[in-house]
């Protein structure tokens, strides 16, 4: 069965750089889209950046600038390197895959999430 697992998350201070990290098992990655969403306590899940198969990328206008999504076909792996970290930047994070192209918030497979808590 497809597996998403995120790893990476953490407590950093204000400034500083975290990379998440996101290992998928089951599909053909390189067919997929990926994407990574965040989700803070009592808000809307946020979709954060993706990555086309084809390796076009999308950013929130919350953190263009600041974050780069990128993706390893022969890892089966997505990456967020954040940096400039703010403590609004605070949430669950989560990555997806959707089959083919980017569909907005559609996607197919979920991962369980990674925390990421930024102290100001």
């Known amino acids: 069965q497809v597996q998403l697992v995120e790893s990476g998350g953490g407590l950093v201070q204000a400034g500083g750089s975290l990379r998440l990290s996101c290992a998928a098992s089951?599909?053909?990655?390189?067919?997929?889209?990926m994407g990574w969403f965040r989700q803070a306590p009592a808000k809307e899940r946020e979709r954060v950046a993706a990555?086309?198969?084809?390796?076009?990328?999308y950013y929130a206008d919350s953190v263009k600038g600041r974050f780069t999504i990128s993706r390893d076909n022969a890892k089966n792996t997505v990456y967020l390197q954040m940096n400039s970290l703010k403590p609004e930047d605070t949430a669950v994070y989560y990555c997806?895959?959707?089959?083919?192209?980017?569909?907005?918030?559609?996607?197919?497979?979920w991962g369980q999430g990674t925390q990421v808590t930024v102290s100001s």
């Open positions: 990555i086309s198969w084809s390796g076009d990328t």
């Open positions: 089951g599909l053909t990655f390189s067919r997929y889209g």
């Open positions: 997806a895959a959707v089959e083919g192209r980017l569909r907005g918030y559609e996607y197919d497979y």
